[in-house]
């Protein structure tokens, strides 16, 4: 059944919020993006669901990246090293994904989305050098672990960004903000095989794939100002958001086994 006008206008707004927040946090935004679709949108197919919110957090990445790309703040050796490694990983994990029972597949997503959430709840550290080189030692740190965390955007659908981030400051020694800009590049990669993946299989659901790019451009585009609403306050919207997660995460569960 197709969505009705109502459903659509959902995944804008939807799409606008989690655009923003992929922006503004570098990770956690697009993880909302599945449970918006199911329940929210009325996308019926888990697996259809999983495939058109990788296709469009690809997309919304690709606004964000380009608004970061413009300020300076991508640090294109390591992103592009991180994200290529990690091409592979989303593949295997995407495949491996629409082999998994529906209902099966929400409950490890609802994992995934507390791990997001937990993560989100720690302390993070701005400290680092902002003149990061990519060389030898470095590509042997970030190529593994750019490889783990493509699987695991793949198999769950999601950005990955609340693991690129840290993954990139633990290997690097980059900046929190340019690992949050440089996230965007392997959330863009992540996102465009697992969706490539779901729609050799017909499990991208196009026109609601339209509605979350239209929402989600706006709200990568608005997402200058509420940083600066946002500013000395950074650490307290990251619990609220972290907490709305979490609760999502027990909500996407219960229904996965009710």
């Known amino acids: ?15 606008a919020l989690i655009g923003a927040l ?18 929210i949108v009325g996308v019926s197919d888990p697996h259809v669901a999983i495939g058109t919110a990788a296709a469009a957090v690809a997309v919304n990445a690709a606004v964000g990246l380009a608004a970061q790309a413009r300020a300076g703040r991508v640090k294109w050796p390591c992103a592009l090293l991180f994200g290529g490694a990690g091409l592979t990983g989303a593949l295997i994990g995407a495949q491996m994904a629409k082999q998994v029972d529906g209902a099966r597949l929400l409950l490890w997503f609802a994992l995934a989305m507390a791990l997001v959430g937990l993560s989100m709840m720690l302390p993070r550290k701005g400290a680092g050098d902002p003149a990061v080189r990519l060389n030898a030692q470095l590509s042997l740190k970030l190529a593994p672990v750019g490889l783990a965390t493509g699987f695991a955007a793949g198999f769950f659908g999601i950005g990955g960004g609340f693991l690129i981030v840290p993954g990139l400051m633990a290997a690097t020694g980059m900046t929190l ?10 959330v863009l990669l992540f996102g465009a095989a697992t969706s490539a993946s779901y729609a050799a299989s017909g499990l991208v659901n196009w026109s609601i794939f339209g509605a979350l790019v239209i929402g989600g451009s706006a709200g990568s585009l608005a997402s200058a100002r509420l940083v600066r609403l946002l500013s000395g306050r950074e650490a307290l919207a990251r619990r609220i958001f972290a907490a709305m997660v979490l609760v999502t995460a027990v909500y996407v569960a219960f229904r996965a086994v009710g």
Request: net charge negative; aromatic share 6%; no cysteine.
């Open 1 to 15: 059944m197709e969505p009705v006008l109502g459903s659509y206008l959902a995944a804008i707004v939807g799409g």
């Open 22 to 39: 992929l922006a503004v946090f570098g990770g956690g935004g697009s993880v909302l993006a599945t449970p918006l679709l199911l329940y």
């Open 177 to 186: 903000a340019n690992a949050t800009a440089s996230s965007l590049v392997s």
